[in-house]
């Protein structure tokens, strides 16, 4: 490379972007020849001849590329350290204090706490003046680190070439150079790479707000102005002016119009108010109708408007009442009104009276209509009629009349025929309310005495002239089941006397009745004894029932209900004898029936299980149950050993007339009756046999052994016992002919005698 100091360079990185294509070159320059490694990003350089205070320093870097170096991150510093050349004097570096402030002066921003790197102890001032940073390049200790230094020392210069273009970052933020590379730093309201992306803010889209809107970056986005302003008759509510911010919200809410308001409006009296609001109640736009209840009148505009001036159009209507035409009072009378709204205007009433002894003819009152008439034609006053009065029967009238025929003041006298009496006032006046005075007269025939039905009777009177009057007539009769006794009628006389004596009703009589046999009788008598209306009551005794009515009525054709009834003996169920037994009965009111007796007894070898003796209640149930005939048992027999038993029973098992048959094996004999049958003792005929052992064989044997030619001493001892043997069962023989037969030791033979039973052994 020559004289050259070598360069190196190194790339930078955008934090959302890529690096460049790198390329080698080689270049001159007035200051030296450099050699230079270039990125699409920018560059490190510093100069190989000579060194230079911090200005001069400064001077070149600007002169030739861009500035000192801005250091960013830990990454560049080592990347710096690595690649330049040690040099004892080090290297100035972008960072100088301005006012007290270490600054980036290719930026002129304040350096962050977080970005510095200085030595330990640095920065010092240690000789004052010390506002100027080197960095430490490829030394032995803390290499790479920072130092303030007097601006006037001689060091070497290390410039950068920026890659950062006007045309970078979409003009819409700060172009920052990293290592091989760069980043854009969005300015307020743009986002994305290249800053190539608008914040966005809601649409707006304002009802009843007029709005004009300027969009510098697009529709409704960062920095977007939009400015309302209402219709005429509204009042805007809210910011005039919007802007859209960075935050992607509108800078204010958006602004509302209202209408604007017009004082509440009422009806009037007597009147109706109907409004149109177009938006809101009484509000600019509102339309108001005015109307009048019936009866009344409008005076004034008939609607009104809301003005954008927040006035209504017009003054305000009334309602006047319709008038009617003036009445007065009729002749003879009076006229009184009530007046709601004025003198004779709509719902005035009037009402009409007339004076005493006068009466009005048409409407008691008129009232003034909607239509401006009066309801109703003009009432007049007349006389007060009084009842048309007649002459009364068998009497005459004679009347004077001052305001006509029965008006009010006219005089009416009564007088009567002879033989009749007046009842009642003699004369009657009309008075001022339409009625006469005192009642209506009359006249009465002379009366007789009144005359009242019999006990048990009725009677039924004509009457020419009033009740038992003269001329009336009374008939007499009696009711069902009585007979009359005087005459049948009386007549009312001139003299006020009746004819003939009050007549009497009998009761009609019945047969005298007598209770039935076993019976009793109760009777009730209402107009005596056995006679119309009595009722008798039959009962019967107990144990006996009553056949026929319960109660006898003397009717009014002197008989008595139902038939003559009687008693009869309450019936028990019949009986009958049980089988192998007898029935014995006693009977006192007819067979089977209240206050019978009947007595059981069974035939030979049975016995009666149940009472001996039953009677019939009142209830008509028997005393007991039935009893029934059984057969007396025998005791149970068993078959002998070395034999069989063969048994018959009419009766039951081992009872009265059972048989039983007995027999032995081969080989054995019966000892003992064949037989034997159960007698009405409860007893067997005889004992039960035995089947003993047959002994003729056995003793052939005997003989045939001991008849041999040699007789031995052993045949001899042989023959001594079977001899004893045979000894033994006829011995034992006569025992058992004892047991079978034990009658025959008292001279009493049983069935079987003792030749008998000496064959069958």
Known sequence: MGTAAGLRSAGRTWALGSCGIFYLGIAAIAWGAVTWVEVGAWTYHYSDRGDYAWEQARNYCQTFFTDLVAIQNKQEIEYLNRS?????????????????????????????????????????????????????????????????????????????????????????????????????????????????????????????????????????????????????????????????????????????????????LSAPDQGELNCSHLYGDFTFGSKCAFSCQTGFALTGPESRECTATGTWTGDSPHCEAIRCPVLSAPDEGELNCSHLYGDFTFGS????????????????????????????????????????????????????????????????????????????????????????????????????PVLSAPDQGELNCSHLHGDFTFGSTCAFSCQTGFVLMGPESRKCTATGTWTGDNPRCKAITCPVLSAPDQGELNCSHLHGDFTFGSTCAFSCQTGFVLMGPETRECTATGRWTGDAPRCKATACPMLSAPSWGELNCSHLHGNFAFGSTCDFSCQTGFVLMGLESHECTAMGTWTGDTPQCKAISCPVLDPPSRGQLSCSHVHGNFTYNSTCTFSCEKGFLRMGAEMLWCEATG??????????????????????????????LAGIVLSGMLIALLAKRLSNREEKKKLLNPTSDLGSPGIFTNAAYDANL
């Open 683 to 712: 007893n067997w005929t005889r004992h039960a046999p035995v089947c003993e052992e047959d002994g003729a064989p056995f003793l052939k044997q005997v003989l045939a052994y001991s008849s041999g030619t040699a007789l031995a």
């Open 84 to 264: 330049l050349p040690f040099h004892k004097r080090y290297y100035w570096i972008g960072i100088r204090k301005l006012h007290g402030t270490w600054t980036w002066v290719g930026t002129r921003k304040a350096l962050t706490k977080e970005a510095e790197n200085w030595a330990a102890r640095e920065p010092n001032n240690r000789r004052s003046n010390q506002d100027c940073v080197e960095i430490y390049i490829k030394r032995p200790q803390e290499s790479g680190k920072w130092n303030d230094e007097s601006c006037n020392q001689k060091k070497k210069a290390l410039c950068y070439r920026a890659s950062c273009q006007p045309f970078q970052c979409s003009q819409r933020g700060e172009c920052v150079e990293t290592i091989g590379s760069y980043r854009c730093e969005c300015y307020p309201g743009f986002h994305g790479p290249e800053c190539e992306n608008v914040v966005q803010c809601a649409k707006l889209e304002p009802r009843g707000v007029h709005m004009n809107c300027s969009h510098p970056y697009g529709d409704f986005s960062y920095n977007s102005t939009c400015v309302f302003r209402c219709q005429e008759g509204f009042e805007q509510r809210g910011a005039d002016t919007l802007r859209c911010l960075p935050s992607q919200q509108w800078s204010a809410d958006t602004p509302t119009c209202t209408a604007i308001s017009c004082p509440v």
């Open 349 to 448: 009433k009037c009402t009409f009276s007339c004076q005493t002894g006068f009466v009005l003819t048409g409407a008691e009152s008129r009232e003034c209509t909607a239509t401006g008439t009066w309801t109703g034609d003009s009432p007049h006053c007349e006389a007060i009629s009084c009842p048309v009065l007649s002459a009364p029967d068998q009497g005459e009238l004679n009347c004077s009349h001052l305001h006509g025929d029965f008006t009010f003041g006219s005089t009416c006298a009564f007088s009567c025929q002879t033989g009749f009496v007046l009842m009642g006032p003699e004369s009657r006046k009309c008075t001022a309310t339409g009625t006469w005075t005192g009642d209506n007269p009359r006249c009465k025939a002379i009366t007789c």
